[in-house]
């Protein structure tokens, strides 16, 4: 997948949101709000429902008004502008098709708004019904069409106004697990295809994950970090970012750290671990009390004789190709992720051995503000 920093140029931002704030009867939706949207890019905005989300979204349409900050788009101030004025189209998450217009009414409404020649329209909405495979319901009612064609339709009513803009609001949130998955795919290859510039806010940190050039992750009104999806996994900013972006949930446990000449130990759930390099580093100034973070891959299973960790096994969650094992040391309870064929002989209860694959991904939070010591 083309991300925007393998192409090694900075593009042009086709958006820029400037500290903006909003507040609904006195309480706070957003607050001091920033980030950058590079022309021809998808950006999604993430976070957990009433962060924010569709508020920023309003307000970068000129649906609701910001307390303070500005919006740019193109390098133009547009508090000013009226919503028609901004050349953006937004999809809602209700979609909000006309009920008593067919699929090839729905997706021609906004150019026979524009008074559009009919040979002109019909040109435009044939093409935009075979860029997304939908030529065979324009004749139908959205009444009679599935949850995935009617997202279709939404979808080819605001891919045919070209817009300089486009916000999509949890566009596919109502869609099946199967059916969310290839639409995601077409937006992205329709995004980068024909090199529109998306805004995309979603609750969910796979998708996320799949189609995001850069993520802006909120949390309680503000935008904790802005980054690429992979880094987004990698270095997440602080405790909340680790735990709602990954799942199985990462492990978190309360460790402390032991310097000496080799370098130091990490003790945790009863165990003394080779600190890694990078927490070394970070440890230097002074920290020896921290909250340690694994992600349930970097676990796997191992002698319990012999094994950095000993366990017991409390739980089996089969996830097809891998499985999620819950343990439970003396101290704390752990996840793993692990290939399911491996699970086959185990029994609840039975002694487990708990080996770190790469302690290059730890990740250490400070205890009391929950940032990530780096």
Not at 41 to 49: D, E, H, K
Not at 83 to 112: C, V
């Amino acid at each position: 997948m083309n991300r925007t920093h393998s192409i090694g140029i900075k593009r042009p931002s086709a958006l820029v949101v400037e500290n903006l704030s909003k507040r609904f009867r006195g309480k706070p939706a957003l607050d001091g709000v920033s980030f950058e949207v590079p022309k021809a890019s998808l950006t999604v905005i993430l976070g957990p429902a009433g962060t924010g989300k569709t508020t920023t979204l309003r307000l970068i349409a000129g649906l609701d008004r910001p307390d303070s900050g500005r919006v740019l788009l193109f390098g133009e101030d547009v508090g000013r502008w009226e919503p028609k004025d901004r050349n953006i189209s937004m999809i809602f998450d209700n979609l909000a098709l006309y009920p008593n217009k067919t699929g090839f009414e729905n997706i021609a409404s906004p150019l026979i708004i524009r008074r559009e020649s009919k040979q002109e329209i019909e040109k435009k909405v044939e093409e935009m019904a075979g860029i997304l495979k939908i030529s065979h319901i324009l004749k139908r009612l959205p009444r009679t069409m599935s949850g995935g064609e009617r997202q279709r339709i939404a979808l080819g009513r605001a891919l045919i106004r070209s817009p300089n803009l486009f916000l999509l609001d949890e566009p596919l949130s109502s869609l099946d697990a199967k059916l969310r998955i290839e639409l995601r795919t077409e937006l992205k290859r329709l995004q980068r295809d024909l090199g529109y510039t998306f805004v995309l806010a979603t609750p969910d940190y796979t998708e996320a994950m799949a189609i995001a050039d850069t993520v802006v992750m909120l949390h309680q009104g503000r935008a904790v970090q802005v980054a690429e999806p992979q880094e987004l996994y990698d270095k997440p900013i602080d405790r909340e970012t680790a735990c709602f972006v990954g799942a199985p949930q990462i492990n978190l446990v309360d460790a402390s750290y032991e310097p000496n000449g080799n370098g130091g130990y990490i003790k945790v759930a009863e165990a003394r671990l080779p600190a890694p390099p990078h927490l070394q580093r970070a440890f230097s100034s002074g920290v020896r009390d921290f909250e340690l973070g694994i992600r349930p891959e970097h676990l796997r299973m191992g002698d319990p004789s012999r094994a950095q960790i000993r366990s017991r096994l409390v739980d089996i969650e089969p996830l097809g190709l891998k499985s999620v094992l819950t343990v439970q040391t003396s101290a704390v309870e752990l996840r793993l992720l692990v290939k399911s064929k491996e699970t086959r002989e185990f029994s609840i209860g039975q002694n487990m051995g708990i080996e770190t694959t790469d302690s290059s991904m730890f990740l250490a939070f400070d205890r009391t503000t929950g940032r990530r010591i780096a």
